[in-house]
């Protein structure tokens, strides 16, 4: 670090105090010019493209807007109590919620089995491993869209494969009752999120010093207690940071829901993403969008805080 | 004990691995199923996997059906153009991170994580205004720069990884030889770390590639649609024609695939090192 920072000085009052952060600043900032000149290009796009929107969604979440998103009165809380009355709003929390811890448990559930097993030496296994990834690489909104087909309640595959398997001989609508279309979007998330976290467990896996096994070994541990008390402990930190992660890529989740179903029927696959972007460009009530937009991000920025908070006293302890 | 570890192992591949994947990859099955049949059979109840006349003929007609040509074009510019920004955008920034140690690094890198953690949709809201205000839309430059933006911390976290594989030593020595700091940067380090850049090029290219809400979003023209979005109004607009859909999502996806699986052990790696972090 900059030797400046260690420069003894006997308890400053508060002004030479600030004085000395500006000076320090100011040496910091001719010091490293170049590294901060690199910084700016960057700099400006998240300032033009991040930052600014942004700000424009908060201040438009306390303002009255015309039909296209324009202000017309700052600084009325009337969107949120319009958002407060909206009779879909309380069903649209519980699904975001639902949505958004569901799919990442049910991802967890799936990935770190198959990384255990993939972490493993088979015939085959590179090719499993390619075949993982797929559903990766390919454009969500299309994969969705197949899916949307394979869910087709008279055409379908699924359909068709429950009736080859005797399991039903009726067309299930899938898409078209409430619950089963629910199901359905988190299905399809999960599907598209299980390669990232099952490459990154698996990561995590082969990142552990494989000399912690032969102690293990030496000390006749079964197999099973190897795993609980070396494997589990050692993927602590790589799980807490991809479940965070996930979560917010789950609240983020867009596509999947607005290719598959657009939230029918009657808003019941809608979470807060897709319902506030109806808000805005279809009912064009872009107040009540900007008010639950800026909601939204609170409530993941919390959440985000709270997180590592956990994380950082687990590590600690 | 071995073997009855071995056993289990078994028994996890047969019933737990090999379902997984077949369930991964069964919308790609059914893309390539149905590309491959007639209208008619399309509508046959019970569906065929195994076509049972297959046909090309859908791989001529999709092109005069939906303006497939220009949705190809489109995609294209978009992952050229996101993937030009980032390695922009990207490689000072990522470089600076790397080898300077400066007051601002760390604030910097807490920004790069606080811009992952809002939606898309509410850039999108708050920037839909300045986009509509100054004619900006149908520009597909506008959603090359927001979809590259968006993506902008997560390949800097990338290409930082990269650049701190690459000995500080060899730039010193650049610079003794009469280089400039720049030119070291571009002369050593960047050569270097060639496998890394092309790695976070091709993401950054099937990031935009597979680009949906912004163009969704700032484009209205079915001229300037990029695949995702053009074969969604497909489905939304039309009596849906699946076999056609399917044919355009099989060509929309083979590109990408290939792609990625050229890169793939790269950019695993790469994320490793992120994860590690």
């Not at chain 2, 955008?89 to 606080?114: D, E, H, K």
Request: net charge positive; with cysteine.
């Amino acid at each position: 670090m900059s030797v400046r920072a260690e420069v003894v000085r006997p308890a400053p009052a508060q002004a030479e105090r600030a004085e000395g952060a500006w000076q320090r600043l100011v040496a910091d900032l001719r010091d490293n010019r170049f590294a901060y000149l690199l910084l700016v290009p960057s700099m400006l796009t998240f300032a033009a493209l991040v930052l600014f929107p942004l700000g424009s969604t908060i201040a438009g979440a306390f303002a009255k807007t015309d039909a296209v998103g324009r202000i017309i009165e700052f600084g009325t809380l009337a969107n949120f109590r319009d958002l407060a009355r909206d009779s879909y709003m309380p069903g649209i929390i519980r699904q975001t919620a639902l949505f958004a811890f569901g799919t990442v448990a049910l991802t967890v559930i799936f990935s770190f089995p198959m990384a255990l097993v993939l972490n493993q030496r088979f015939p085959g296994a590179i090719v499993a491993r390619s075949l993982l990834l797929l559903p990766w690489a390919a454009p969500l909104a299309i994969s969705a869209m197949t899916w949307r087909w394979i869910f087709h309640d008279q055409l379908g595959a699924l359909n068709h494969l429950l009736h080859l398997a005797n399991i039903t001989q009726q067309n299930i609508g899938w898409l078209s009752q409430a619950n089963l279309a629910f199901a359905c979007v988190m299905f399809v998330e999960v599907w598209s999120s299980i390669p990232f976290m099952t490459i990154t467990f698996l990561a995590g896996l082969q990142s552990i010093p494989p000399h912690i096994y032969d102690a293990a070994k030496m000390d006749g541990a079964s197999s099973w207690r190897e795993f609980w008390d070396m494997t589990v402990p050692q993927m602590k930190r790589v799980f807490m940071i991809v479940t965070l992660l996930s979560v917010i890529w789950a609240f983020r989740s867009f596509t999947v829901i607005w290719t598959m179903t657009q939230g029918n029927p009657f808003y019941r696959t809608d979470i807060s993403v897709t319902y506030l972007y109806k808000l805005a460009f279809q009912n064009l009530t872009f107040g009540q969008g900007y008010a639950l937009a800026f909601a939204t991000f609170i409530v993941l920025i919390i959440f985000s805080i709270v997180y590592t908070r956990v994380l950082r006293s687990e590590e600690t302890a | 004990m071995t073997r009855r570890i071995s056993w289990l192992k078994w028994l996890s591949i047969i019933f737990f691995v090999i379902p997984m994947l077949l369930i991964l990859v069964f919308p790609f099955i059914i893309m390539v199923s149905t590309s491959f049949k007639t209208l008619q059979e399309v509508g046959d109840i019970p569906p065929t996997l195994i076509p049972k006349e297959p046909t090309l003929q859908n791989y001529s007609e999709v092109w005069q059906i939906i303006p497939l040509a220009y949705h190809f074009r489109n995609s294209f510019l978009l992952g050229a153009g996101e993937m030009l920004l980032v390695l922009l955008l990207g490689i000072p920034a990522a470089y600076a991170l790397c080898r300077f140690r400066f007051g601002g690094r760390q604030p910097y890198m807490i920004f790069l994580l606080i811009t992952q953690m809002f939606p898309a949709v509410v850039v999108v809201l708050g920037i839909f205004r300045v986009v509509a205000a100054y004619g900006l839309v149908d520009n597909l430059a506008v959603v090359a720069f927001v979809a590259a933006a968006f993506n902008l911390a997560f390949c800097i976290w990338l290409l930082t990884g990269y650049f701190s594989a690459i000995p500080p030593e060899v730039e010193e020595a650049a610079m003794m030889d009469g280089n400039s700091r720049l030119g070291a940067m571009i002369r050593m380090t960047l050569p270097l770390s060639w496998p890394g850049l092309i790695a976070v090029a091709i993401f950054a290219f099937m990031d935009g590639w597979n680009e949906f809400l912004f163009s969704l979003t700032f484009i209205r023209t079915d001229e300037y649609l990029p695949l995702t979005v053009g074969l969604f109004r497909f489905i939304t607009r039309f009596q849906i024609q699946w076999q056609h859909l399917m044919t355009g999502s099989l060509l929309a996806t083979i590109v990408v695939v290939i792609l990625f699986m050229m890169v793939q052990d790269k950019l695993t790696r790469g994320l490793v090192a992120i994860s590690e972090k």
